[in-house]
């Protein structure tokens, strides 16, 4: 293989490379947003639905099965 033959593969692997790098930033921060709305939305929604939860079986207001869904959910 000639030099032409080598620098037109190089080129090519560098454009694959490229892409696939683009691609697992967009992956990285589709991630980081889901990463990101869980721990500010969902974790404290659980949390608070597992103090009402465990509030409510202390007041004699909801079972014990409640209280272990809401903390399985957390």
Do not use: C, M, W
Request: proline share 1%; charged share 20%; net charge positive.
């Amino acid at each position: 293989a000639g030099v032409a033959e080598q620098q037109a593969l190089i080129a090519a692997a560098r454009r694959v490379t490229g892409s696939q790098i683009q691609q697992a930033a967009a992956i990285l921060h589709g991630a980081t947003r889901v990463a990101d709305n869980f721990k500010t939305t969902v974790l404290p929604r659980a949390e608070e639905a597992l103090q009402i939860a465990r509030n409510g079986y202390t007041q004699g207001f909801t079972s014990f099965l409640e209280v272990l869904e809401a903390q399985r959910a957390y």
